[in-house]
């Protein structure tokens, strides 16, 4: 089976995501992260014959298991053009953006992907396989400033400083050729769990490959521009740093939190906090137990 006709993922919220978003069976909606395609198909099935669904995925390997409706409309491209593309496609504005950040179970269980640390596959990370940055030139190239960066922003890793030390080192004695390979080496900084420790560095090396920080901001900053009044942006994010990106945005109109001088926020939040999966459904996906759900209405 190839890889992209094994697409597979199990959606995160995926009911109560597309029962937050969509108000309008006639209207347009964006599904921002198609993946598998669970949250278009559902929101295709709450729209009516005058409904419009544009979904966005940068990964190649979604087309294996793209939807047939005449309502849909695929993009191969980071959602960070969204305003490019709606310009392209003549969509003057939209009812309403659902982004499901992170990773999908796909990218962890293809090893090939070089995704997980369990995998003997080359270091890659890459979600756009035509893009030249991969792991492999973030862990050999950084620089220990750059290193100690990335661990300690995007991994929350305590002791980033001596792990981005530690690995400048290494590197001078071997090149690290797989997922497998870095993982063992990285185990003698784990503190606490082991995984959890391993799951927050790949992850920190991850989000610096595919600048996942970067295309969030872009897409809430355009999303107070294509949004109609009383239109919806449905974020589910799995990383404290995204939750507070969003959280921000929604309540602020900031993209920094040290900003100084007040804003007038574009949006409203809909639910006092962000909204988490059931028991029933952590225990059926056990990846969904880190998620959270932000719903904010344009003003």
């Not at 559902?42 to 298991?65: C, N, P, Y």
């Not at 990285?186 to 995984?195: L, M, P, V």
């Not at 992850?203 to 900053?221: C, F, G, P, T, Y």
Request: proline share 2%.
């Amino acid at each position: 089976m190839s890889e992209a006709n094994a697409y597979q993922h199990q959606p995160v919220l995926l009911t109560a995501s597309v029962d937050q978003l969509v108000t309008d069976p006639d209207g347009t909606y964006v599904d921002i992260t198609y993946g598998g395609g669970g949250h278009s198909r559902m929101i295709l099935s709450w729209l009516s014959d005058k409904g419009r669904l544009i979904a966005f995925d940068r990964d190649e390997t979604v087309t294996g298991q793209l939807i047939d409706d005449p309502r849909f409309t695929f993009i191969q491209a980071d959602f960070r053009y969204l305003k490019k593309y709606l310009r392209y496609y003549r969509i003057s504005s939209l009812h309403g953006i659902l982004a499901d950040l992170g990773l999908s179970s796909h990218h962890l269980d293809t090893a090939g992907r070089g995704f997980s640390y369990f995998s003997s596959m080359p270091l890659d990370m890459r979600m756009n396989k035509r893009q030249r940055l991969t792991a492999a030139h973030v862990i050999q190239e950084y620089s220990e400033k750059n290193l100690m960066q990335v661990f300690a922003e995007y991994g929350e890793l305590t002791n980033a400083r001596q792990m981005a030390a530690a690995l400048v080192r290494e590197r001078q004695k071997r090149v690290f050729r797989s997922c497998l390979e870095f993982a063992q080496w990285s185990e003698s900084f784990a503190y606490g769990k082991k995984q959890k420790f391993l799951a927050q560095a790949f992850q920190a090396i991850r989000m610096e490959v595919n600048h996942e920080l970067d295309s969030l901001k872009l897409l809430l900053s355009q999303s107070g521009e294509v949004l109609m009044k009383g239109g919806r942006l449905v974020v589910i994010s799995y990383h404290s740093l995204e939750d507070r990106l969003v959280k921000n945005w929604i309540k602020n109109g900031s993209l920094d939190e040290n900003e100084s001088g007040e804003k007038i926020p574009a949006f409203q939040s809909l639910h006092k906090h962000a909204i988490k999966p059931e028991e029933d459904e952590i225990k059926f996906n056990s990846r969904s137990r880190s998620a959270k759900m932000r719903v904010a209405i344009k003003l």
